[in-house]
């Protein structure tokens, strides 16, 4: 009781906005209790069994601030939520850092209530019987998410009963993040600006992918080897899946669409890694391609009408060129009333959820060797789904190549990436060992757009846009100019407009007149900022179902009613 008693009086202050540091170690020495970081843990002995201790968010000392301001160059700053915590990020330069530095700050907590908070989670503990749940069933996890949602507001209330909602709701968070959750790595993952969540070892810091800024080092670092084997072991838990000394290796879906690779020593030699490839939350819509300079609006138009008359196309580039973002962009153009497939080893494509789309995923066999899905059986599968659209990937073996063909022959739309630098490259690659497309398929292949990333600036743009003529050539149409950072018309076509006119009767005037509307739509939502995936979609299917009154407001410049 009097323990009890001494809890109540402890009200825990205001969380207030700490920026941590960037060096490994650092503390504030003096006050200690009010710098501590949310994740920081008060006793070692008082941890969840069998987790691991996990390092906190360091800060930074006060009166060492003025001197490192004077260090480092702010390149970025911004905040978001993860879940009710509210996360402020700042991308530094920092002296004698060859890399930009991703700093996470977070609300702190002081020491006491950190203590208390922990005693809280014993009592969790206590009152919420994990047993042996199967945490593979998803509708189950989400009851025991609630019920210790419950069950901590019912103790945050008992310890804290003066505080604040909003207070309440950040160390409810807090706990629930601690408790079912992976830490620290949690905030990153709340972030929609990352793509890949990288832990080499614990040695080092976590490292991050940012879609701006490329790869960062982060001021989070794991405590030691052990817990990094415990996060993937809860990661391959959920999935059904065991990470060990005899099977050291894991590559999962986790909920949320997420790609999760983990190792463990002594396959990867310096430590145990985890890499998580995030599916993105906030895609790559035309709108940014065109503000971000990628496609001018003339290609994008020329690609909109190929969409939209069901010429098939191949998006090719190199590793990280854009290829997929690129596939997930043009699938915005499609008519709302055609049913879509997509076939993907990591679930990245989404599509305005409006559209008539399944997505399909490959998966890997068990440790056994059993029950293998590969790109190939979903290809071969979706045939039979009655498709109007299919979406691939990313092509790299020979009967997958053979199996999408034999789709656009059977009169399937197919869209696919590949990995070539260029048009001329694409068709050398499929028509040759090991993937062997016979050269007289590929006329089936209307149009090759072409990604790719400036390796010194690292911005990425459509590279060329080409066609395949009857004599399974490339002719270029247009071609990125690095002078004037654009596109440019290089070639006139040869078999594009012939087989548009073919398939949909235009003649070349109107072919003309369809993509100067076409450029004017764009035009339109770029001027007005509709950049979401949804957004878009709304526009295309507008132009689609009542292209009459689209066009007044694009006239007008006024935002079609929702």
């Known amino acids: 009781m009097a323990e009890e008693k001494h809890s109540k009086m402890e009200k825990p202050p205001v969380p207030s906005r700490e920026e941590p540091s960037e060096k490994k170690g650092e503390s504030a020495p003096e006050k200690k209790e009010e710098t501590r970081s949310s994740e920081a843990s008060s006793a070692p002995e008082d941890k969840l069994p069998g987790e691991p201790e996990e390092k906190p968010v360091e800060h930074k000392p006060p009166e060492r601030r003025k001197e490192k301001a004077l260090e480092r160059n702010i390149i970025d700053t911004y905040e978001f939520r993860s879940k009710k915590i509210p996360i402020t990020i700042t991308v530094v330069r920092i002296k004698g850092e060859f890399v930009p530095i991703y700093q996470v700050s977070i609300s702190s907590i002081s020491k006491t209530t950190e203590f208390i908070l922990e005693k809280i989670r014993q009592e969790l503990i206590k009152r919420v019987n994990l047993g042996m749940l199967d945490i593979t069933d998803t509708k189950k996890s989400e009851q025991v998410e609630t019920k210790f949602e419950e069950t901590i507001t019912d103790l945050i209330n008992k310890y804290f009963p003066d505080v604040d909602d909003e207070i309440k709701e950040f160390l409810i968070s807090y706990l629930i993040g601690k408790s079912l959750g992976l830490g620290n790595l949690e905030l990153l993952m709340s972030d929609v600006n990352l793509e890949e969540v990288v832990v080499n070892q614990a040695a080092e810091p976590v490292w991050v992918y940012h879609r701006k800024h490329g790869w960062l080092k982060t001021n989070i670092h794991m405590t030691d080897e052990d817990q990094i084997r415990h996060y993937s072991s809860l990661i391959g838990r959920k999935i059904g899946r065991q990470i060990t000394v005899l099977e050291p290796l894991l590559d999962a879906h986790i909920t949320g669409g997420d790609r999760v690779n983990a190792t463990l020593m002594p396959i990867s030699t310096q430590g145990n890694t985890i890499t998580i490839r995030k599916f993105s939350r906030d895609p790559w819509t035309i709108t940014k391609f065109i503000k971000s300079r990628t496609i001018t609006i003339k290609a994008a138009a020329l690609i909109w009408l190929a969409m939209q008359y069901e010429m098939s196309s191949i998006i090719a580039g190199g590793t990280a060129s854009g290829k997929t973002s690129t596939l997930n962009v043009m699938a915005n153009f499609f008519p709302p009333n055609q049913r879509i497939i997509s076939i993907e080893d990591t679930r990245e494509i989404r599509l305005p959820k409006f559209l008539h789309w399944i997505s399909l995923n490959t998966r890997l066999p068990n440790p056994e060797g059993k029950g293998e899905i590969s790109m190939e059986d979903l290809l071969v599968n979706s045939l039979r ?164 009154n689209l066009m007044k407001y694009v006239a007008s410049k006024k935002l079609l009613p929702s």
Not at 397 to 418: C, D, N, P, Q
Not at 432 to 449: E, G, Q, Y
Not at 502 to 507: A, E, F, Q, V
């Open 385 to 548: 789904m009655r498709p109007d659209r299919i979406l691939v990937g990313e092509v790299r073996r020979k009967r997958e190549a053979e199996t999408l063909f034999e789709a656009i022959h059977t009169g399937h739309s197919v869209y696919a990436t590949f990995h070539a630098n260029n048009a001329e490259e694409a068709i050398e690659r499929l028509t040759n060992p090991p993937i062997d497309v016979p050269v007289i398929m590929l006329p089936a292949i209307s149009l090759i757009i072409v990604q790719f990333r400036n390796r010194r600036t690292g911005a990425r743009r459509t590279f060329q846009i080409a066609e395949i003529t009857s004599d399974s050539q490339a002719n270029v149409l247009m071609q990125y100019d690095p002078k004037k950072d654009r596109l440019v018309q290089v070639n006139k076509s040869k078999s594009l407009y012939e087989n548009l006119k073919l398939y949909t009767g235009y003649s070349q005037s109107e072919i003309e007149k369809n993509l100067v509307e076409k450029e004017r739509i764009l035009k339109y939502i770029v001027d007005l900022n509709i950049d979401s995936v949804d957004g878009v979609g709304r526009v295309m299917a507008e132009y689609y179902t009542d292209k009459k």
